[in-house]
């Protein structure tokens, strides 16, 4: 079994982070090492959330594990709230790296145009460094301008738009640059690929459903760095976590008294061990 690594916040209450990347990352057959960041009761959707920051623990965690020389066969970050907190996480690939690890970066900044509280340009551009030592990013469109800088990119774009912005982010150093959210034609939407080496463009998408559920850039960089791990190649892991995403999207939607603050990914996770063809069967090897 392989054993992974994710660091990022847990948010107790709320779909996201964590709360997400654990559960799905077990569900596919993978042994998943945390290293929170932060705790909050909630996520930031909820008024007067409280906030307990772990970055001081963050070394110290590290430190022992590489005291009793644990290993992982890959690394996987989500939301960092802090400069320092990306130093650190540096620093963590530093230690933990070994040929054949995979380093998976999601730059959880901001959507629509938009960054999150408390985030401005020169985090964004800092957090291009980080990806710069990835060797798979996965940042929406909003993401991707404010980490290199430049305009975001309205909707009525073409593939070689997508191409050359892809381009420019696997500039910063990463292998493989994905960008999510990307909608090619219309009633679609999905992601798009491109390997630094090879300079293949990959694209994944599925119908666009007419509505947003916070978390799911957290169920889909979860799902796809399952795929990953699980020896999928590129393009069947993006598919992987397209359908898994939208399919978690069609089930909260089942619910007429769905929550307003997270997918159901839960109910999908069937969904998800199909498309990684898991059969859970006694005594089964993973």
């Given at each position: 079994?392989?054993?992974?690594?994710?660091?990022?916040?847990?948010?107790c209450?709320?779909?996201?982070?964590?709360?997400?990347?654990?559960?799905?990352?077990?569900?596919?057959?993978?042994?998943?090492?945390?290293?929170?960041?932060?705790?909050?009761?909630?996520?930031?959707?909820?008024?007067?959330?409280?906030?307990?920051?772990?970055?001081d623990?963050?070394?110290?965690?590290t430190?022992?594990?590489?005291?009793?020389?644990?290993?992982?066969?890959?690394?996987y970050?989500?939301?960092?709230?802090?400069?320092?907190?990306?130093?650190?996480?540096?620093?963590?690939?530093?230690?933990f790296?070994?040929?054949?690890?995979?380093?998976?970066?999601?730059?959880?900044?901001?959507d629509?145009?938009k960054?999150?509280?408390?985030?401005?340009?020169?985090?964004a551009?800092?957090?291009?460094?980080?990806?710069?030592?990835a060797?798979?990013?996965?940042?929406?469109?909003?993401?991707?301008?404010?980490?290199?800088?430049?305009?975001?990119?309205?909707?009525?774009?073409t593939?070689?738009?997508?191409?050359?912005?892809?381009?420019?982010?696997?500039?910063?150093?990463c292998?493989t640059?994905?960008?999510?959210?990307?909608?090619?034609?219309?009633?679609?939407?999905?992601?798009?690929?491109?390997n630094?080496?090879?300079?293949?463009l990959i694209?994944?998408?599925?119908?666009l459903?007419?509505?947003?559920?916070h978390?799911?850039?957290?169920?889909?960089?979860?799902?796809c760095?399952?795929?990953?791990?699980?020896?999928?190649?590129l393009?069947?892991?993006?598919?992987?976590?397209?359908?898994?995403?939208?399919e978690a999207?069609?089930?909260?939607?089942a619910?007429?008294?769905?929550?307003w603050?997270?997918v159901?990914?839960?109910?999908?996770?069937?969904?998800?061990l199909?498309?990684?063809?898991?059969?859970?069967?006694?005594?089964s090897?993973?």
């Amino acid at each position: 079994m392989k054993r992974v690594l994710s660091i990022q916040d847990i948010s107790c209450v709320g779909k996201c982070s964590l709360t997400v990347a654990l559960p799905i990352l077990s569900a596919a057959g993978l042994e998943t090492v945390i290293l929170p960041t932060a705790v909050l009761s909630a996520h930031t959707a909820f008024p007067g959330f409280t906030f307990r920051d772990l970055t001081d623990d963050i070394r110290p965690v590290t430190e022992h594990w590489k005291n009793q020389q644990i290993t992982f066969d890959g690394l996987y970050t989500g939301y960092l709230g802090s400069f320092r907190q990306m130093q650190l996480v540096e620093q963590v690939f530093a230690d933990f790296q070994h040929p054949g690890m995979l380093r998976f970066v999601d730059p959880a900044m901001g959507d629509n145009g938009k960054l999150y509280v408390g985030f401005d340009g020169a985090f964004a551009r800092r957090m291009g460094k980080l990806c710069g030592k990835a060797d798979m990013i996965v940042p929406n469109l909003t993401e991707a301008a404010f980490m290199l800088d430049e305009p975001y990119l309205e909707p009525g774009y073409t593939e070689e738009d997508i191409r050359e912005l892809l381009k420019r982010l696997t500039g910063l150093g990463c292998g493989t640059a994905v960008l999510t959210g990307v909608s090619l034609e219309p009633g679609r939407c999905g992601v798009a690929a491109l390997n630094q080496t090879t300079g293949e463009l990959i694209t994944c998408s599925s119908e666009l459903l007419p509505v947003s559920f916070h978390g799911t850039g957290d169920v889909f960089a979860s799902a796809c760095f399952a795929g990953l791990m699980r020896g999928q190649d590129l393009e069947t892991a993006l598919q992987t976590a397209v359908d898994y995403t939208v399919e978690a999207m069609r089930c909260t939607l089942a619910h007429p008294d769905h929550n307003w603050y997270g997918v159901d990914f839960e109910s999908a996770i069937p969904k998800l061990l199909e498309l990684l063809n898991i059969t859970c069967t006694p005594g089964s090897q993973h």
